[in-house]
DNA sequence: CCTTTCAGTGAACATGCGTACACTGAAACT
DNA sequence: AGTTTCAGTGTACGCATGTTCACTGAAAGG
């Protein structure tokens, strides 16, 4: 809790414990505004947050709130890149060593799962948003998923679809994380008891999507 | 234009035409307050509308509202039951006729691009509040949603799938609803020339989705 | 040491909101 | 014909909103 990191061109005078440069102050006002609207976006949206409600929560005057953004559109826009970020590192613990093909499946799922219950503000968020009211905030989470549904495309031409287009891994790409999304707004209304068969569920979806794939191509218009 | 229909218990004097008994205005207000919420909502979603808004675009007094609705969530409830019976149409239309498999997916992923571009409001609305502002409408849309995935289940169940578990219907059924959630979303904010492409997408994923569930059972855990 | 920078203050504003209340006038009922 | 019902009116209220503006005081910098 007691950080005294500093920061800046050139350090002062020689600062003994416990004191706060400014722009040390400015970043932690700024952490308490994103926080603030985490958890007041939970039961309203971005749409029925306001201004004055976030400075209240953070216990400042409604007008220093523009010392930090210039609108809550902007604020909206720091936490769709915020909670992507929470995205991506999940994408990474998923990357590291991936030998079967059913390992694949049981360790994706089980970290989607993982990082959901831990990041719960952050997922809430860009469920919400993703149809959410602010026009500018909608697109900036469909434009992440977009570059998330092209990641995961380079990264199933790796397993053994070798003759596969790139139109059908981005198909097949587009259909999974849609149906990690899914599961994703499931897991956050659930109860904790309810995990177990969500995650039985996730897996055997994600198995049926990728086993489909493998046998579509040897089958075609059936 | 001109409806001229009695309603009640007896009919009166005998009017001659254009005429419009208090029932029928009085609907022909609900109609319009419907309409005008669901015009409005496609900016800024339920949480963002406003009674005053509602009625300044019907043109009745603000108050008048009340005679109508209780409450804009009130008004919520009303528009999640319309815009699902415009999804239970949809599926009506699929059931009907349906030989082979191919067909059974090209004929129900035609049905619903041509459902969803006809009934824009509803579907976006239905989208939009699926993750919504307010507790009580998001809980509809999702009883609606899950009574859906149940009936499709049963639906299922009469396709070459006869060793299947019910739960494992339930399993593909969510999946395959998901993900036609997801490509009604795509089509809604699509552009015309676009929607070739998301047919031939949903098509293939369906067929995946399809096919993986019928090897999944053979494979078992690969 | 003196000046500049700037996060946060506090009062003021116009506007839009939900809702209470007493009302009107035409349709519906007896 | 006389009475009741009720969709819609009009006013008024207290409250929350975004944004303006001039300000303060401590940290940063010359």
């Given at each position: 809790?007691?950080?005294?990191?500093?920061?800046?061109?050139?350090?002062?005078?020689?600062?003994?414990?416990?004191?706060?440069?400014?722009?040390?102050?400015?970043?932690?006002?700024?952490?308490?505004?994103?926080?603030?609207?985490?958890?007041?976006?939970?039961?309203?949206?971005?749409?029925?947050?306001?201004?004055?409600?976030?400075?209240?929560?953070?216990?400042?005057?409604?007008?220093?709130?523009?010392?930090?953004?210039?609108?809550?559109?902007?604020?909206?826009?720091?936490?769709?890149?915020?909670?992507?970020?929470?995205?991506?590192?999940?994408?990474?613990?998923?990357?590291?060593?991936?030998?079967?093909?059913?390992?694949?499946?049981?360790?994706?799922?089980?970290?989607?799962?993982?990082?959901?219950?831990e990041?719960?503000?952050?997922?809430?968020?860009?469920?919400?948003?993703?149809?959410?009211?602010?026009a500018?905030?909608?697109?900036?989470?469909?434009?992440?998923?977009?570059?998330?549904?092209?990641?995961?495309?380079?990264?199933?031409?790796?397993l053994?679809?070798?003759?596969w287009?790139?139109?059908?891994?981005?198909?097949?790409?587009?259909?999974?994380?849609?149906?990690?999304?899914?599961?994703?707004?499931?897991?956050?209304?659930?109860?904790?008891?309810?995990?177990?068969?969500?995650?039985?569920?996730?897996?055997?979806?994600?198995?049926m999507?990728?086993v489909?794939?493998?046998?579509?191509?040897?089958?075609?218009?059936?």
């Open positions: 809790m007691g950080t005294t990191r500093r920061v800046g061109t050139l350090s002062p005078v020689s600062i003994s414990e416990a004191a706060e440069s400014r722009s040390e102050k400015k970043e932690r006002t700024r952490r308490a505004i994103l926080d603030a609207a985490l958890r007041l976006t939970e039961d309203t949206g971005l749409a029925g947050l306001s201004l004055r409600q976030v400075a209240k929560e953070v216990g400042i005057v409604p007008t220093a709130f523009y010392r930090h953004f210039d609108s809550i559109d902007q604020l909206g826009l720091a936490l769709v890149e915020e909670s992507f970020a929470s995205l991506r590192a999940m994408i990474r613990d998923v990357r590291q060593g991936t030998p079967s093909l059913a390992q694949i499946v049981d360790s994706s799922v089980a970290v989607l799962i993982e990082h959901v219950t990041q719960r503000a952050h997922f809430g968020f860009i469920a919400r948003e993703k149809s959410g009211g602010s500018v905030v909608r697109e900036a989470v469909r434009r992440q998923f977009a570059f998330f549904e092209r990641e995961l495309a380079t990264d199933l031409a790796r053994p679809m070798d003759h287009s790139a139109d059908d891994l981005r198909i097949l790409s587009n259909l999974i994380v849609g149906a990690m999304i899914t599961t994703s707004e499931e897991i956050l209304r659930a109860e904790p008891r309810e995990l177990a068969e969500i995650q039985h569920r996730a897996r055997t979806q994600l198995l999507m990728i489909g794939a493998l046998n579509w191509k040897s089958r075609g218009s059936d």
